[in-house]
T-cell receptor, first 117, second 113 residues
């Protein structure tokens, strides 16, 4: 199994350009997440999805859109990139909590390093 | 509201000496707590988790953490550091439903020969 994969690994954009980051998982996980990681701030949740066709806002959703048309894929879009969106973006996925389990761990992809000039 | 605070942004140890990475939490209910490790240019990997069972939790690579409710702490320890332990470590707390997490700011661990 490949686990969680992210495409691309690196990208440089100019202010105002758009792009889409792709996350794919082959573990049949119900839940998927997009985070951004900035120095000294840990990881912050941008958007998440609890199933195909459903998405929800996280802590820092402004400037981003997401879609989950297939269970295994979760796309993160930047419609008009800004320098403040320079960051490392991580995707994660997890099984739905069930059978009384309080939590199932998240599995992370390797990240995408985005620079906006 | 749930939150975690990692008390040190950088920790430096010599190889073979103990490691202590500190994490305090704030929670309005009984928390689930986690430590993740991130090696350079890699994704995050789960080291260990506490979910209200035993208060001393053993993880991978010789790491362990102790949940102390009276001190609202979940510190990560390892008896003897190895060069391969050099990485960034994140404490996280379960926040709400859907397995969502809130992460601390991270502690960068350096291990010197």
């Amino acid at each position: 199994n490949a686990g969680v994969t992210q495409t691309p690994k690196f990208r440089v954009l100019k202010t105002g350009q758009s792009m889409t980051l792709l996350c794919a998982q082959d573990m049949n996980h119900e839940y998927m997440y997009w985070y951004r990681q900035d120095p000294g701030m840990g990881l912050r949740l941008i958007h998440y999805s609890v199933g195909e066709g459903t998405t929800a806002k996280g802590e820092v959703p402004d400037g981003y859109n997401v879609s989950r048309l297939k269970k295994q894929n979760f796309l993160l879009g930047l419609e008009s990139a800004a320098p403040s969106q320079t960051s490392v973006y991580f995707c994660a996925s997890s099984y739905r909590a069930s059978g009384g389990a309080a939590y199932n761990e998240q599995f992370f992809g390797p990240g995408t390093r985005l620079t906006v000039l | 509201a749930q939150s975690v605070t990692q008390l040190d942004s950088h920790v430096s140890v010599s190889e073979g000496t103990p490691v202590l990475l500190r994490c305090n939490y704030s929670s309005s209910y009984s928390p689930s707590l986690f430590w993740y490790v991130q090696h350079p240019n890699k994704g995050l990997q789960l080291l260990l988790k506490y979910t209200s069972a035993a208060t001393l939790v053993k993880g991978i690579n010789g790491f362990e953490a102790e949940f102390k409710k009276s001190e609202t702490s979940f510190h990560l320890t390892k008896p003897s550091a190895h060069m391969s332990d050099a990485a960034e470590y994140f404490c996280a707390i379960h926040s709400g439903g859907y397995n969502k997490l809130i992460f601390g700011a991270g502690t960068r661990l350096a291990v010197h020969p």
